[in-house]
């Protein structure tokens, strides 16, 4: 490709709305363009790099034996009332009619569509198991588009669904699509870290996965052990007991709850400086809506309330609110900041941490004063008591006697998960067993964001002068330049090489602007293509200058070896 009629419009700023580094170098680079909040035309760089990114996930999906179709984007609204998620899907959900007044909606993804197609097609267990996959654009109004093709209105996803005859063999499926998912992302040059992930009501044996890119940007919080390889999202990360104290042996020699004044004492920070003491010996009581009941959940107070191990509890509650001044006045008599559990008419549910308490502090549901010595086992009776916080950062892993809890940031790029029956009873897809009964398919379902890939590579791969892409999903391989294009040695030499290696199958762009050699070599930094040539001064003497985009290193070479060496590194990519 001759880079002079290449459409990539480069800028020298990135726009000031664009705060994730890959959003501003993708724009600066000239690979995407907004058209409106979250949804981008993908500009011919772009593109190259998402079909790279296609061809790898059909290669090793089809080698995981699953095969690939194409579903609409618009599907008939009946289809989601049948799935009962035409209502809980909210507002992320587009919806639109056609000129007969009949409703549609855009797919954001496609369990209804395939468990319909399943259905109407497969009758028999000869035919199963099955793992059906497209590769196709999604559509969710998010609330927060942002972050470029990391969390878009319109985006490229890759979608399979699986269809078992037995949660065994579903569960070989699952394990198969998960070990795709490594080879795909190790493929990409992403860095990924598979994490447990919460399942919801429906996850029948309870496994699912999320792959995480590593990135800061990420919002995903994972905490994964600093000696084992436990890693989970943080809404299902648990702790460890290891080093746990339990206070029920302590109970009699506690005294009682004793009356403390601490007017105007209305935050955590506010309290522990005033009474000297330490976040840990804090019992914070805070008052929830679950599915519109009230509910009091406390934790101690350097801990945070984990809202889906809450909604677990009351068996996957839809729901989750935090209670308002207002609505917390109006229920316990209480003010913010003096809340407490002792003689509080709610519902209460202890963190495992606040019950092993032995006499912490906690508001005493009267103005200006809190209790200390409370003591939740004898003194909050009726409290249950279960695993209701998220996990904190050195907290003992569950899993080994070793390691302790670390975090990082990550971005979603993939997602394993069991379905089970859930959709297959909601809209019919039965098949015949061996037997001859009725019984209906297990699935699975599988989800890569390709387009968020994209940007999630450019997260892990740029450095100050741009984008640095891995050879193997990079817009071009080569990049070919020419610093004079009126010097006709260089642009023979040039020329010549550009024919050589395009007969070898390799991707050139060569740089026949006629431009400054000092914006052209800001131009190939910001591009990222991993192999550079300039073909300067020395043509004539049949050297080249040879650099890998991602070292400073840059060799002189003949041009027979800079050939030599293009095709060496091409073959480590196979
Ligand atoms: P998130 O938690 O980030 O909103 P999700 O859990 O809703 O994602 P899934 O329904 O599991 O996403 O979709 C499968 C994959 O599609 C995700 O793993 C992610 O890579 C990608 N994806 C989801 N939403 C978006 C989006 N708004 N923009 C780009 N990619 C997305
Ligand atoms: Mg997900």
Same mark, same amino acid.
């Given at each position: 490709?001759?880079?002079?009629? $290449?459409?990539?419009?480069?800028?020298?700023?990135?726009?000031?709305?664009?705060?994730?580094?890959?959003?501003?170098?993708?724009?600066?680079?000239?690979?995407?363009?907004?058209?409106?909040?979250?949804?981008?035309?993908?500009?011919?760089?772009?593109?190259?790099?998402?079909?790279?990114?296609?061809?790898?996930?059909?290669?090793?999906?089809?080698?995981?034996?699953?095969?690939?179709?194409?579903?609409?984007?618009?599907?008939?609204?009946?289809?989601?009332?049948?799935?009962?998620?035409?209502?809980?899907?909210?507002?992320?959900?587009?919806?639109?009619?056609?000129?007969?007044?009949?409703? %549609?909606?855009?797919?954001?993804?496609?369990?209804?569509?395939?468990?319909?197609?399943?259905?109407?097609?497969?009758?028999?267990?000869?035919?199963?198991?099955?793992?059906?996959?497209?590769?196709?654009?999604?559509?969710?109004?998010?609330?927060? =588009?942002?972050?470029?093709?990391?969390?878009?209105?319109? %985006?490229?996803?890759?979608?399979?669904?699986?269809?078992?005859?037995?949660?065994?063999?579903?569960?070989?499926?699952?394990?198969?699509?998960?070990?795709?998912?490594? +080879?795909? %992302?190790?493929?990409?040059?992403?860095?990924?870290?598979?994490?447990?992930?919460?399942?919801?009501?429906?996850?029948?044996?309870?496994?699912?996965?999320?792959?995480?890119?590593?990135?800061?940007?990420? /919002?995903?919080?994972?905490?994964?052990?600093?000696?084992?390889?436990?890693?989970?999202?943080?809404? #299902?990360?648990?702790?460890?007991?290891?080093?746990?104290?339990?206070?029920?042996?302590?109970?009699?020699?506690?005294?009682?709850?004793?009356?403390?004044?601490?007017?105007?004492?209305?935050?955590?920070?506010?309290?522990?400086?005033?009474?000297?003491?330490?976040?840990?010996?804090?019992?914070?009581?805070?008052?929830?809506?679950?599915?519109?009941?009230?509910?009091?959940?406390?934790?101690?107070?350097?801990?945070?309330?984990?809202?889906?191990?809450?909604?677990?509890?009351?068996?996957?509650?839809?729901?989750?609110?935090?209670? *308002?001044?207002?609505?917390?006045?109006?229920?316990?008599?209480?003010?913010?900041?003096?809340?407490?559990?002792?003689?509080?008419?709610? =519902?209460?549910?202890?963190?495992?941490?606040?019950?092993?308490?032995?006499?912490?502090?906690?508001?005493?549901? /009267?103005?200006?004063?809190?209790?200390?010595?409370?003591?939740?086992?004898?003194?909050?009776?009726?409290?249950?008591?279960?695993?209701?916080?998220?996990?904190?950062?050195?907290?003992?892993?569950?899993?080994?006697?070793?390691?302790?809890?670390?975090?990082?940031?990550?971005?979603?790029?993939?997602?394993?998960? #069991?379905?089970?029956? #859930?959709?297959?009873?909601?809209?019919?897809?039965?098949?015949?067993?061996?037997?001859?009964?009725?019984?209906?398919?297990?699935?699975?379902?599988?989800?890569?964001?390709?387009?968020?890939?994209?940007?999630?590579?450019?997260?892990?791969?740029?450095?100050?002068?741009?984008?640095?892409?891995?050879?193997?999903?990079?817009?071009?391989?080569?990049?070919?330049?020419?610093?004079?294009?009126?010097?006709?040695?260089?642009?023979? +030499?040039?020329?010549?090489?550009?024919?050589? $290696?395009?007969?070898?199958?390799?991707?050139?762009?060569?740089?026949?602007?006629?431009?400054?050699?000092?914006?052209?070599?800001? *131009?190939?930094?910001?591009?990222?293509?991993?192999?550079?040539?300039?073909?300067?001064?020395?043509?004539?003497?049949?050297?080249?200058?040879?650099?890998?985009?991602?070292?400073?290193?840059?060799?002189?070479?003949?041009? *027979? /070896?800079?050939?030599?060496?293009?095709?060496?590194?091409?073959?480590?990519?196979?």
């Amino acid at each position: 490709m001759r880079q002079n009629t $290449l459409l990539a419009p480069t800028l020298r700023e990135a726009p000031a709305d664009s705060e994730a580094i890959s959003h501003q170098l993708l724009l600066r680079a000239g690979f995407i363009r907004q058209l409106a909040a979250g949804i981008y035309t993908y500009l011919p760089l772009g593109w190259r790099v998402l079909r790279k990114l296609e061809s790898i996930v059909r290669q090793e999906m089809d080698a995981a034996g699953a095969q690939e179709l194409l579903m609409p984007a618009m599907q008939p609204a009946e289809l989601w009332q049948e799935s009962g998620r035409y209502d809980v899907y909210g507002p992320e959900l587009i919806r639109l009619s056609d000129r007969h007044d009949r409703a %549609f909606a855009l797919g954001p993804t496609h369990e209804e569509v395939i468990t319909a197609l399943v259905r109407d097609e497969i009758q028999s267990y000869r035919k199963l198991p099955v793992t059906l996959y497209q590769i196709q654009t999604k559509y969710r109004d998010e609330r927060r =588009p942002r972050f470029g093709l990391l969390r878009g209105r319109e %985006f490229l996803m890759k979608d399979a669904y699986s269809f078992d005859t037995s949660w065994e063999g579903l569960n070989r499926t699952y394990w198969r699509m998960y070990e795709a998912y490594g +080879a795909i %992302f190790a493929r990409c040059g992403l860095n990924v870290r598979p994490v447990e992930a919460d399942a919801g009501a429906i996850g029948g044996e309870g496994s699912t996965h999320e792959f995480m890119a590593l990135a800061d940007i990420g /919002e995903d919080t994972i905490a994964s052990c600093t000696h084992c390889d436990y890693a989970s999202n943080l809404e #299902k990360a648990r702790a460890g007991d290891r080093g746990a104290q339990t206070s029920t042996d302590r109970t009699s020699v506690i005294p009682q709850p004793e009356k403390i004044h601490t007017p105007n004492i209305r935050t955590i920070n506010e309290l522990v400086a005033a009474l000297d003491i330490h976040a840990n010996e804090l019992i914070k009581t805070i008052v929830a809506l679950v599915d519109g009941k009230p509910v009091a959940i406390l934790v101690r107070g350097d801990h945070d309330v984990n809202e889906i191990k809450v909604r677990h509890y009351f068996g996957g509650a839809a729901n989750f609110e935090m209670a *308002d001044a207002d609505t917390i006045e109006r229920l316990t008599g209480a003010a913010v900041g003096f809340l407490g559990p002792i003689g509080l008419d709610l =519902p209460i549910l202890a963190d495992i941490a606040v019950a092993r308490m032995s006499g912490g502090v906690a508001g005493a549901n /009267e103005r200006d004063f809190h209790l200390r010595n409370v003591q939740p086992l004898r003194d909050i009776p009726h409290a249950q008591i279960g695993d209701f916080r998220n996990v904190a950062e050195r907290d003992p892993c569950p899993r080994c006697e070793e390691g302790t809890l670390a975090f990082n940031r990550g971005i979603e790029v993939g997602h394993v998960f #069991k379905l089970g029956t #859930k959709y297959s009873e909601k809209l019919g897809a039965a098949f015949l067993n061996a037997e001859g009964k009725r019984q209906a398919a297990i699935m699975g379902c599988y989800g890569i964001g390709v387009s968020r890939m994209l940007s999630a590579i450019a997260e892990q791969n740029h450095d100050a002068g741009g984008l640095v892409w891995p050879l193997a999903i990079a817009p071009f391989h080569v990049h070919l330049i020419p610093v004079s294009i009126k010097d006709e040695t260089q642009m023979q +030499a040039a020329e010549r090489l550009y024919q050589e $290696l395009s007969a070898r199958g390799i991707e050139v762009l060569l740089d026949d602007r006629d431009e400054r050699p000092g914006v052209k070599f800001k *131009d190939a930094d910001l591009f990222g293509i991993p192999m550079q040539v300039v073909v300067g001064k020395q043509a004539g003497e049949g050297l080249v200058e040879f650099k890998f985009r991602n070292q400073t290193l840059k060799n002189t070479i003949p041009i *027979d /070896e800079a050939t030599r060496r293009i095709m060496e590194k091409m073959n480590s990519i196979g």
